[in-house]
């Protein structure tokens, strides 16, 4: 296959379909949402100066960012270095090796930010022992949600004012540079975060998680906090049983991430009848295949969302249920700050 031809392939995976789920609920539906700021920080790159022919890139990466980046890099003729943890898969593994990347995987965890901080400190390691690399730096990179100024033009385009944009948090990237560009032309824009319960992004205890593509053990810096009005918190069996309703009521194959997704806009769509509300689904549940879409495997969630989010006046009340917070495009640090203030006065 040509160059031109894989180029082409690649952009179907790049440019997301909006498709109606209710009169006043559409879902932005990816095949792999992190090729828009795997491509554009690439191309950045090239065009600056900082990548050429001989670079190595180098990322850390657990899941689909690696996996655009691999495309990428495949299109490009560029070598990839990616170093990922046990969570990576058999078959996204030999899918990223396919396409030309090299896959390190860090066996143990950082006593201080996990998985996430042992990727990290591997991945000095091999930028200190290569002449020439590029990290694209996903967490800190402003070219990243730089990147979706063009996905905020899609929906102002076709669906005129948005509303309400709803979508999971994991560096940040997507629904901060969505949000943001949004804002232009619509400042009273309402920005929903998802969040997994034990992530540290919007100021929970880190602690072990199931959920992948949403959350973090560490704090990214592309996470503007003042970007969002609400925050959500959801648990694994939420998520893994709206997927399957996604999937059994518009025919969407999604990952969990958009069952996440799903869940808090299709409550929030509900509630709010005469706003449009756009949600985020980033990625196709051909990873799924063995789990969330096994009847079998499901059955160790079995416990059914409850029918809408039990609200919360701090992150540290959020137990482990589906429960909301009015976060007030405020600071992590202006909102720890009113909890401590709370809990002191009550």
């Not at 990576?88 to 896959?103: K, P, S, T």
């Not at 079995?302 to 992150?315: A, T």
């Amino acid at each position: 296959m040509s160059a031109g031809v894989f180029a082409d392939v690649v952009e179907t995976q790049r440019i997301p379909t909006l498709v109606r789920l209710a009169p006043n609920l559409y879902a932005l539906t990816y095949r792999l949402m992190k090729m828009v700021p795997a491509r554009h920080i690439l191309r950045r790159a090239a065009e600056s100066g900082r990548l050429d022919r001989d670079t190595s890139v180098v990322e850390t990466t657990s899941g689909t960012f690696g996996l655009a980046l691999a495309m990428q890099c495949a299109i490009d003729g560029r070598p990839l270095i990616l170093v990922g943890d046990p969570v990576i898969d058999e078959r996204l593994r030999r899918q990223l090796e396919d396409l030309g990347a090299v896959v390190e995987i860090v066996r143990h965890q950082a006593a201080a930010g996990g998985y996430q901080a042992s990727r990290l400190a591997r991945l000095a390691e091999i930028q200190t022992a290569l002449p020439n690399t590029f990290c694209p730096e996903q967490y800190s990179n402003p070219d990243n949600p730089g990147s979706y100024a063009m996905i905020a033009e899609l929906l102002t385009d076709r669906l005129g004012q948005v509303d309400c944009l709803i979508g999971p948090v994991g560096s940040g990237g997507s629904m901060c540079g969505t949000t943001r560009y949004l804002r232009q032309s619509n400042p009273g824009l309402v920005s929903i975060g998802i969040d997994s319960h034990r992530s540290v992004l919007f100021g929970q205890p880190d602690g072990h998680r199931v959920l992948r593509g949403l959350g973090n053990s560490l704090h990214p810096a592309n996470l503007d906090h003042t970007q969002f009005d609400e925050v959500h918190w959801v648990t694994e069996a939420d998520v893994f049983h709206s997927t399957r309703r996604l999937h059994q009521d518009h025919a969407l194959f999604m990952g969990p991430t958009s069952g996440a997704s799903y869940l808090v806009g299709s409550w929030w769509a509900g509630v709010h009848p005469d706003s449009l509300t756009v949600i985020v689904l980033p990625d196709e549940g051909y990873r799924y295949h063995d789990t969330v879409y096994d009847d079998a495997w499901l059955t160790g969630y079995s416990r059914e969302p409850r029918p809408s989010p039990r609200i919360v006046r701090g992150p540290r009340d959020a137990d482990q249920s589906w429960c909301r917070m009015l976060w007030r495009r405020r600071s992590l640090a202006d909102v720890t700050a009113g909890a401590d203030l709370i809990k002191a006065s009550g």
